[in-house]
């Protein structure tokens, strides 16, 4: 069966380290530690799939230990990996993150990978004609162009999830319908010292529905002129790594659903709290029916 989503762009191994007292100088304790799968598009695409999507990746990692764990931990989420190039002699990217919990900050340390020659020619682009939704995340710009241009021809939505607005990004922004903006990167471009007023700069950009995510203030969003709002839901937190990704993930699911944006933004909102239960980006992911329970809770 052909995958309702597709999520394009990058992979990684996360190592993550929790610690229950400050993170000082160059040496000290930690009370946990996970090895998982990582990375913007495929956390997301993990999410989804978790939510109950039928989702495919699309990304380029080595022919090393890091790939094939990668690929594992894709396989273990019902994720469908066919689309995924490996580079032979490739070294995959790896993520190194330590988390603070007295301070709640979080450090990282991060290789890019080496060898990851992926293939535009090689990409099944008539794949997107079946698909409801896709998301890309600018780590592999030529790629998720070439995607983004197939489904605004087909009408297809496309969510982007925008860390940085490098000139490679500009015409990959323009071809998104629902640009999804970090506080920090709306406001390098925006400038304006207000949250509407970059959001109205990164809107200038293109996109239907441009969008800025406020960490544990929520989201603010443009949608035919007028400015919309979702507060955060409060949770006890042990780590809020992958919070983004899983948002974008979850927002993602609810376009392939037809939910408008404020239903949408509430949801993503609610998986997002949920993920931060435990430690890793995809840990705490919740199911469909946890996320509704959730939700119903707090109606």
Same mark, same amino acid.
Request: proline residues 3%; aromatic residues 8%.
């Given at each position: 069966m052909a995958a309702e989503l597709i999520?394009?762009?990058?992979? $990684?191994?996360?190592?993550?380290?929790?610690? !229950?007292?400050?993170?000082v100088g160059t040496f000290g304790p930690a009370s946990d530690y996970l090895v998982q799968g990582g990375g913007l598009a495929a956390t997301a695409a993990v999410a989804m799939a978790r939510l109950g999507g039928r989702v495919e990746m699309w990304t380029v990692v080595g022919s090393d230990e890091a790939g094939r764990f990668i690929l594992d931990q894709f396989q273990r989420e019902g994720v469908d990996t066919s689309q995924v190039q490996v580079c032979p002699d490739g070294r995959s990217p790896v993520c190194a993150v330590t988390v603070d919990r007295t301070e709640g900050e979080r450090y990282f340390r991060y290789f890019r990978g080496r060898g990851l020659d992926g293939s $535009?020619?090689?990409? !099944?682009?008539?794949?997107?004609?079946?698909?409801?939704?896709?998301?890309?995340?600018?780590?592999?710009?030529?790629?998720?162009?070439?995607?983004?241009?197939?489904?605004?021809e087909l009408g297809v939505p496309v969510c982007g999830d925008y860390e940085g607005l490098s000139d490679t990004f500009l015409d990959l922004v323009r071809h998104t319908d629902y640009p999804i903006y970090s506080a920090e990167c709306a406001a390098r471009h925006g400038g304006t010292g207000d949250i509407e007023g970059d959001l109205r700069k990164v809107a200038d950009l293109g996109g239907r529905v441009p969008m800025i995510t406020l960490g544990d203030q929520g989201c603010i969003w443009l949608e035919d002129g007028e400015v919309g709002r979702c507060p955060a839901f409060a949770v !006890?937190?042990?780590d809020t790594t992958g919070c983004g990704d899983v948002f974008h993930g979850a927002f993602t699911f609810g376009l392939a659903r037809g939910w408008d944006v404020a239903r949408n933004a509430r949801f993503a909102s609610a998986v997002a709290a949920l993920k931060c239960r435990a430690l890793g980006g995809r840990t705490g992911i919740p199911t469909c029916d946890e996320v509704e329970a959730f939700l119903a809770e707090r109606a």
């Amino acid at each position: 069966m052909a995958a309702e989503l597709i999520s394009i762009g990058l992979a $990684v191994v996360d190592h993550l380290w929790l610690c !229950d007292e400050p993170v000082v100088g160059t040496f000290g304790p930690a009370s946990d530690y996970l090895v998982q799968g990582g990375g913007l598009a495929a956390t997301a695409a993990v999410a989804m799939a978790r939510l109950g999507g039928r989702v495919e990746m699309w990304t380029v990692v080595g022919s090393d230990e890091a790939g094939r764990f990668i690929l594992d931990q894709f396989q273990r989420e019902g994720v469908d990996t066919s689309q995924v190039q490996v580079c032979p002699d490739g070294r995959s990217p790896v993520c190194a993150v330590t988390v603070d919990r007295t301070e709640g900050e979080r450090y990282f340390r991060y290789f890019r990978g080496r060898g990851l020659d992926g293939s $535009v020619e090689a990409l !099944d682009l008539g794949r997107i004609a079946s698909a409801k939704a896709i998301l890309v995340d600018g780590w592999w710009p030529e790629a998720q162009l070439l995607a983004a241009r197939r489904a605004r021809e087909l009408g297809v939505p496309v969510c982007g999830d925008y860390e940085g607005l490098s000139d490679t990004f500009l015409d990959l922004v323009r071809h998104t319908d629902y640009p999804i903006y970090s506080a920090e990167c709306a406001a390098r471009h925006g400038g304006t010292g207000d949250i509407e007023g970059d959001l109205r700069k990164v809107a200038d950009l293109g996109g239907r529905v441009p969008m800025i995510t406020l960490g544990d203030q929520g989201c603010i969003w443009l949608e035919d002129g007028e400015v919309g709002r979702c507060p955060a839901f409060a949770v !006890d937190v042990v780590d809020t790594t992958g919070c983004g990704d899983v948002f974008h993930g979850a927002f993602t699911f609810g376009l392939a659903r037809g939910w408008d944006v404020a239903r949408n933004a509430r949801f993503a909102s609610a998986v997002a709290a949920l993920k931060c239960r435990a430690l890793g980006g995809r840990t705490g992911i919740p199911t469909c029916d946890e996320v509704e329970a959730f939700l119903a809770e707090r109606a």
